[in-house]
């Protein structure tokens, strides 16, 4: 390694400067040379006591870098005993602290930076607003946010943002505000902002335009994932396998992206294929309770119901659908041959649940099978009848023909009046 530069002792009447080698140390570190301009820097400050400006603020930025964040505060501090009120020297400090995590901090020194500044400057507004979302003070943060993005629209600002709008479950504002941000052409970030309205849309269900939008990116496994969820809902199974194969190499230990592919697996009837994939699924992530769920719901299919009574129990305690979970369990218990478990699982199911029709008819199902009380059945029937229509009223989705098939069969079964009146409005 080459000898660095020392500064030495001034010649009789001759100056010295501690900024003589400022340019080189520069040098070194934009190209990377962190070896050599932390030698360097340390020449530079051993010759000049400590007291040399320009070596203690790059000092304190490698370190940062380094993820040594009091070491680099330090340095930073020093800079501001040798130069008071030097508002680059301020950032450094206040950078260091936010990315410590000391956002009180942080917040205080950047606002005695906007107080002194000449014009606006993103980068301040920015960071006040990040630290102020941290803090929680999410009116405040939004106001920084905004006139961050007035300065200059980057992408990192309409990113957080996103974020506040979306904890405060206004996702009309953010696909505002991302539709806005795509059309403005935002600075060095149309891609990213391109991908996040696409990301947007899709939760926001406007598959159409949130499809058109993902599959411009090839190489963002985010992207590649919800592309195949939009094709898989669509029954486009190979289509959105293609997606998932292209986001197993960018992220391969997505247990969402092993959950899909063994779902599409399933839909193929390619059941060890789809038990492979869930169960990496399941190990990446062991309690997502919508793997637990497909898990036990495929054993269930292959009849091998002591494998679905485990993994639909573990979904009994992650849950939040737990009128489902006792369904399902029911549904094994009953195959088991437990038939008074069975009926208490759907009891407690009807009870818990009281919007889903499928759980209304299988309780009548099952009835029909056991005890074949007409009564009961018929209650269920009206009750399968009330949700079906709530269903399509709130959300606009329809229950599935078969199910209304099934329906029609047992009120054939146990001919009532008002089974009769169930049947005759489900046929209109």
């Given at each position: 390694m080459e000898a660095e530069p020392v500064s030495r002792p001034s010649r009789k009447g001759v100056l010295l400067s501690f900024d003589t080698y400022n340019w080189l140390i520069h040098l070194r570190y934009t190209r990377k040379e962190t070896q050599q301009c932390k030698v360097l820097i340390g020449n530079q400050l051993s010759a000049s006591r400590g007291m040399a400006y320009f070596p203690n603020m790059m000092q304190g930025i490698i370190l940062r870098q380094e993820g040594k964040m009091q070491e680099s505060l330090d340095f930073f501090q020093a800079c501001q005993l040798y130069n008071p009120g030097h508002l680059e020297n301020l950032k450094q400090i206040a950078k260091s602290w936010l990315l410590a995590g000391r956002h009180e901090a942080a917040l205080e020194t950047y606002v005695d930076i906007e107080c002194a500044l000449q014009k606006p400057d993103w980068e301040i507004y920015h960071n006040i607003g990040v630290c102020l979302y941290y803090m929680k003070q999410y009116a405040k943060a939004k106001e920084y946010l905004r006139r961050a993005i007035e300065v200059s629209s980057q992408g990192e600002s309409y990113q957080v943002l996103k974020n506040i709008l979306l904890l405060e479950n206004d996702l009309d504002g953010a696909l505002e505000l991302f539709s806005a941000a795509e059309k403005s052409n935002a600075d060095s970030a149309g891609p990213r902002l391109t991908l996040s309205l696409g990301l947007l849309l899709a939760k926001a269900r406007h598959r159409n335009d949130a499809l058109q939008r993902l599959m411009m990116e090839t190489k963002n496994g985010a992207a590649l994932l919800a592309a195949g969820c939009i094709m898989q809902e669509?029954?486009?199974?190979?289509?959105?396998?293609?997606?998932?194969?292209?986001?197993?190499?960018?992220?391969?230990?997505?247990?969402?992206?092993?959950?899909?592919?063994?779902?599409?697996?399933?839909?193929?009837?390619?059941?060890?294929?789809?038990?492979?994939?869930?169960?990496?699924?399941?190990?990446?992530?062991?309690?997502?309770?919508?793997?637990?769920?497909?898990?036990?719901?495929?054993?269930?299919?292959?009849?091998?119901?002591?494998?679905?009574?485990?993994?639909?129990?573990?979904?009994?305690?992650?849950?939040?659908?737990?009128?489902?979970?006792?369904?399902?369990?029911?549904?094994?218990?009953?195959n088991l041959g437990s038939v008074e478990a069975a009926k208490v699982l759907f009891e407690q199911a009807a009870r818990i649940d009281q919007k889903d029709p499928l759980v209304a008819l299988n309780l009548a199902i099952f009835v029909h099978n056991t005890t074949k009380d007409t009564d009961l059945i018929s209650s269920q029937l009206r009750d399968f009848q009330e949700r079906m229509q709530n269903l399509q009223q709130t959300t606009g989705e329809f229950v599935d023909d078969e199910l209304v098939r099934a329906a029609h069969f047992l009120a054939d079964r146990h001919p009532r009046e008002d089974n009769r009146i169930v049947e005759e409005e489900m046929i209109i």
């Amino acid at each position: 390694m080459e000898a660095e530069p020392v500064s030495r002792p001034s010649r009789k009447g001759v100056l010295l400067s501690f900024d003589t080698y400022n340019w080189l140390i520069h040098l070194r570190y934009t190209r990377k040379e962190t070896q050599q301009c932390k030698v360097l820097i340390g020449n530079q400050l051993s010759a000049s006591r400590g007291m040399a400006y320009f070596p203690n603020m790059m000092q304190g930025i490698i370190l940062r870098q380094e993820g040594k964040m009091q070491e680099s505060l330090d340095f930073f501090q020093a800079c501001q005993l040798y130069n008071p009120g030097h508002l680059e020297n301020l950032k450094q400090i206040a950078k260091s602290w936010l990315l410590a995590g000391r956002h009180e901090a942080a917040l205080e020194t950047y606002v005695d930076i906007e107080c002194a500044l000449q014009k606006p400057d993103w980068e301040i507004y920015h960071n006040i607003g990040v630290c102020l979302y941290y803090m929680k003070q999410y009116a405040k943060a939004k106001e920084y946010l905004r006139r961050a993005i007035e300065v200059s629209s980057q992408g990192e600002s309409y990113q957080v943002l996103k974020n506040i709008l979306l904890l405060e479950n206004d996702l009309d504002g953010a696909l505002e505000l991302f539709s806005a941000a795509e059309k403005s052409n935002a600075d060095s970030a149309g891609p990213r902002l391109t991908l996040s309205l696409g990301l947007l849309l899709a939760k926001a269900r406007h598959r159409n335009d949130a499809l058109q939008r993902l599959m411009m990116e090839t190489k963002n496994g985010a992207a590649l994932l919800a592309a195949g969820c939009i094709m898989q809902e669509r029954n486009d199974v190979n289509a959105a396998l293609a997606r998932y194969k292209l986001a197993s190499h960018l992220m391969p230990e997505s247990a969402a992206l092993w959950n899909n592919v063994g779902m599409c697996f399933l839909k193929k009837q390619k059941f060890v294929a789809a038990v492979c994939c869930l169960k990496r699924a399941n190990y990446l992530a062991p309690f997502d309770h919508k793997i637990l769920y497909n898990l036990g719901l495929i054993h269930l299919v292959m009849q091998q119901l002591a494998s679905a009574f485990h993994f639909l129990s573990a979904w009994v305690n992650q849950s939040p659908y737990r009128g489902q979970a006792y369904m399902l369990l029911a549904v094994v218990m009953w195959n088991l041959g437990s038939v008074e478990a069975a009926k208490v699982l759907f009891e407690q199911a009807a009870r818990i649940d009281q919007k889903d029709p499928l759980v209304a008819l299988n309780l009548a199902i099952f009835v029909h099978n056991t005890t074949k009380d007409t009564d009961l059945i018929s209650s269920q029937l009206r009750d399968f009848q009330e949700r079906m229509q709530n269903l399509q009223q709130t959300t606009g989705e329809f229950v599935d023909d078969e199910l209304v098939r099934a329906a029609h069969f047992l009120a054939d079964r146990h001919p009532r009046e008002d089974n009769r009146i169930v049947e005759e409005e489900m046929i209109i």
